[in-house]
């Protein structure tokens, strides 16, 4: 029998016992599997939903040829750990960890499943990666790394608020990528003329009395950085904005879809685009360490003007006319 028969017969053979072909094994069509680390208690709706559209793009799509596993650590690190573990026992094939605490947990569990984290502040201080351009082992992903935005924040904060002289920033002084924008704040205050006062808080206890300090002392709005603990307090925090009568500017849209007055900061539904091009790339066969971590390009404001009439604040026309999305 000549060769090329027998090849044929064992293509045929191969197709009809269902076996796939090396070429295969790359292909949208096998079945993979995204294990997803979350902080808290649940996913972040709409925003998740433009990551699953990504990939959708990508020709990945859940419930075909795409499944998720989903671990919500409820804002402890030790169960962070315990659910990396697990989603290693189930040999996903990528990780996507949704902010420092638990990229840092997968580390942990895994040198071998590719991990993509997002949201991260600082990684190569966070020791995720090597460098930003070469991160050297399995992970990568996305940072927020752009310490200069305090600052704008800052200058928005005096401008959608004409008149302030006093601003209280509410920070973890234990977040290191946050003190490094506290001195950025500083500078910032100096040139804008505003004093600039210090509201530090090392956990959600000490919430209360860092906004009962600030109507104290005749603080006229505040800037809330970003620590993994204040965003689980999302509510809470701008229902103490509120209840103080503080126009307040957070680092998240989702801040002033929830109350807060204003939010300045990368585009959080550019982020969940880029991290589904990084998962593509990864289920594709590239490797993490070669793939550089992407820094934020687009940045959004958002202003609540519901909020705005609530504190009794008018907001300046010129000022709106900046915003990249106005809630009425």
């Known amino acids: 029998m000549e060769r090329s028969t027998v090849g044929l017969i064992v293509l045929l053979t ?14 949208p069509t096998h079945l993979r599997r995204i294990g997803v680390l979350w902080l808290g208690s649940g996913p972040a709706g709409a925003l998740f939903e433009t990551f699953q559209q990504g990939l959708r793009d990508l020709g990945y799509t859940e419930g075909q040829n795409l499944a998720f596993e989903h671990r919500f650590g409820e804002g402890s690190y030790e169960r962070l750990l315990d659910l990396a573990a697990e989603l ?11 902010g420092t605490p638990p990229a840092q947990a997968a580390q942990r569990a895994t040198t071998r499943i590719p991990i993509v984290f997002m949201a991260v502040a600082d990684p190569v201080e966070a ?17 927020i790394l752009a310490p200069e935005q305090s600052g704008k924040r800052l200058e928005l904060l005096t401008e959608a608020v004409p008149g302030v002289s006093r601003v209280a920033v509410l920070w973890n ?3 290191r990528y946050a003190a490094l924008e506290v001195r950025v704040m500083e500078a910032a205050a100096r040139a804008l003329g505003v004093q600039l006062q210090s509201l530090e ?5 000490e919430f209360e009395r860092a906004f009962d300090a600030a109507t104290r002392d005749g603080v006229g709005a505040l800037s809330i950085l970003a620590t993994p603990f204040i965003a689980l307090n999302l509510g809470r925090i701008v229902n103490l904005a ?12 989702r801040f002033a879809e929830a109350g807060g007055l204003m939010a300045y900061g990368p585009s959080q539904q550019g982020l969940m685009r880029r991290a589904a091009a990084l998962v593509g790339k990864i289920l594709q066969g590239a490797k993490p360490a070669d793939l550089p971590v992407e820094q934020p390009m687009r940045f959004e404001l ?5 909020t705005a009439q609530a504190l009794g604040i008018t907001i300046p026309p010129t000022f709106l006319f900046l915003a990249d999305e106005v809630i009425r």
């Not at 191969?14 to 094994?25: C, E, F, K, N, Q």
Request: aromatic content about 2%; proline content about 7%.
């Open 127 to 143: 020791r995720l990666v090597e460098s930003l351009a070469r991160p050297g082992a399995n992970l990568t992903g996305l940072t």
């Open 14 to 27: 191969l197709s009809i016992l269902g076996v796939p072909r090396a070429a295969d094994t790359q292909s």
């Open 302 to 306: 958002v202003i609540n003007l519901k």
């Open 88 to 98: 290693v026992r189930l040999n996903v094939d990528v990780i996507l960890a949704t």
């Open 242 to 253: 509120l209840e103080h009568r503080l126009p307040a500017i957070f680092w998240a849209r």
């Open 173 to 175: 002084p234990a977040d």
């Open 201 to 205: 808080v090392r956990n959600p206890g």
